[in-house]
């Protein structure tokens, strides 16, 4: 038998339609003989649940990459309880001294108002100053004297003009390409954050992981900002695990606790952006595997409900498919450096498809449905129990996989499991496995498929008190997460077989 820890939680979910968009589901098919067929999970807006592990990624807006008032329709119904967008400093600051906030003025109310909190990425430079550094990633950081006063002169007007609906400030997005080594992300960290806690002395404060995710990196920026007396000014290290498959980063999350926790207890980590694309031909990040909806739908739903079994806060990249303009080279362009032979490139890891001509939204796919899954049960009203035991059965000699345990807010047990050994979508064959659990606490227990939200009842025959445990015989798991969760713990909406 193969042993693991396990986590639960508890509420359902209804397949949702997206604004204008008709319902697509997949075809209403039994997991296996004598489950009987109940309904979808029923998804809830970001206005009726109070808070909530998930955020989404809204960023690339400050270069016109996607447009908000093409997406916010979508936004709330999701479900995440947080969003994390970029300041634009060129996009604001476009005259020396003179900000501009209307496009910020219409994103972070409207945010708030659909029950959905923003942190900024305060990131990019602005070429209208030498040394201001470029709008793209690896553009650089403001290096002269005059960017640099320049620079903590806008995060200053920007908190002041934010900071009453902004309690969360990321300090640049991946910097390790655009600085010579940690001093000069250092020097940044310090000069910015003292910058926000003049004004905001409450300020949440993120650091970045070097690049996507390098833990040498954050060692080497901890011990400089301890050597300048500076801790204090940092409350969280944020890190990009991007894996082709999303259970294979987890050694170097726990490495990145491990030195996190060396300089301070108080200091915490987060997943703030990670996302996978939906086809092939992606610009960014995991490009080379040949990508479908339901594979994305399927990292998503391991990445994050691997991070909420580890107690790590947790960002799907990103809301919408972002139209990137980029060199020949492939970086992303800075048109006012007068980049030569700019053209466009699409990042399709949003949980929403885009038309490129215009950046309006096409459809919703198959991982925003997931999302919402997610988002509908895992609130905060369910808790993670620590060490719960759970033991997996009958499955391939050399597979393994992952199950966490939770608790509902009437007592009523969650169990999450899926096959983590390989990358989503090489091999989705199904397995009857036995699943074994302490303390079950289960009296109509029911089955869930968190990809299509589809909600099964668990025959008598297939599952039994032993003493203080629960087994489940021939429960069906996939390369996907799937629930053997308390009825009452979950929200759905009953429905009958199409």
């Known amino acids: 038998m193969k042993r693991f820890a396990c986590s639960v939680l508890g509420c359902l979910i209804l397949n949702w339609a997206a604004p204008g968009q008709p319902v697509v589901s997949p075809a209403v098919v039994g997991p296996r003989e004598g489950f009987e067929y109940l309904g979808r999970i029923e998804p809830r807006h970001a206005r009726d649940i109070k808070s909530s592990n998930w955020a989404v990624g809204a960023e690339t807006m400050g270069r016109d990459y996607t447009i908000y008032a093409n997406w916010r329709e979508y936004f709330g ?8 967008i970029q300041s634009g400093w060129a996009k604001t600051e476009k005259q020396k001294g003179r900000y501009d906030w209307a496009w910020l003025d219409e994103i972070i109310p409207d945010m708030i108002d659909q029950g959905v909190q923003p942190w900024v990425c305060l990131c990019y ?20 004297p005059e960017a640099k006063k ?31 080594g940690v001093p000069g992300y250092g020097d940044l960290v310090i000069r910015t954050a003292q910058v926000i806690r003049k004004r905001e002395p409450k300020g949440h404060i993120m650091v970045a992981a070097g690049g996507a995710f390098d833990v040498d990196f954050v060692d080497k920026l901890l011990e400089l900002l301890k050597e300048e007396d500076k801790l204090h000014l940092v409350d969280e290290v944020v890190y990009h695990p991007y894996a082709y498959n999303p259970d294979s980063s987890y050694g170097r999350v726990a490495e990145l606790r491990k030195v996190v926790g060396v300089y301070s207890g108080r200091i915490t980590i987060r997943q703030n952006e990670n996302g996978a694309p939906s086809q092939p031909g992606s610009f960014g990040a995991l490009a080379k595997h040949d990508w479908t909806e339901e594979y994305q739908a399927k990292w998503a739903l391991r990445r994050l ?8 806060p947790s960002s799907y990249f990103a809301i919408c498919d972002m139209v990137y303009l980029v060199t020949e080279s492939g970086r992303d362009s800075d048109l006012r450096q007068g980049e030569a032979e700019v053209r466009k490139r699409v990042n399709f890891k949003g ?26 049960i895992f609130d905060n009203t369910v808790k993670r129990i ?3 035991a759970c033991r997996v059965s009958g499955g391939g000699e050399k597979n393994t996989y992952s199950a ?8 009523g047990r969650i169990v ?19 699943v074994t659990v302490e303390d079950g606490q289960f009296n109509q227990p029911v089955w869930i498929d968190m990809l299509s939200g589809e909600v099964y009842r668990i025959p008598g025959s297939a599952w039994q008190w032993q003493g203080s445990q629960v087994t489940f015989r021939n429960m069906p798991v996939y390369d996907h997460v799937v629930l053997i969760a308390e009825q009452a713990a979950i929200r759905f909406a009953p429905e009958k077989p199409d």
């Open 77 to 84: 119904p999701l479900g995440v309880k947080r969003a994390r």
């Open 125 to 144: 430079g602005n070429p209208i100053y030498p040394g201001g550094g470029g709008t793209g990633l690896g553009g650089g950081l403001p290096a002269t």
């Open 150 to 180: 320049a620079w903590e002169g806008f995060v200053d007007a920007f908190v002041e003009r934010y900071g009453d609906r902004i309690a969360e400030w990321e300090i640049w997005n991946e910097p390790q390409g655009g600085v010579k």
């Open 305 to 312: 409900m691997g991070d909420l079994g580890r107690d790590i």
């Open 351 to 376: 949980l929403l498809a885009v038309n490129p001509e215009d950046k309006t939204v096409d459809h919703a796919k198959v991982a925003y449905r997931a999302v919402q899954h997610i988002t509908a």
């Open 386 to 388: 620590a060490g719960y």
């Open 404 to 411: 966490f345990g939770y608790r509902a807010a009437g007592g």
């Open 416 to 434: 999450t499991l899926w096959r983590d050994g390989d990358k989503p979508g090489v091999r989705p064959e199904k397995e009857l496995l036995t």
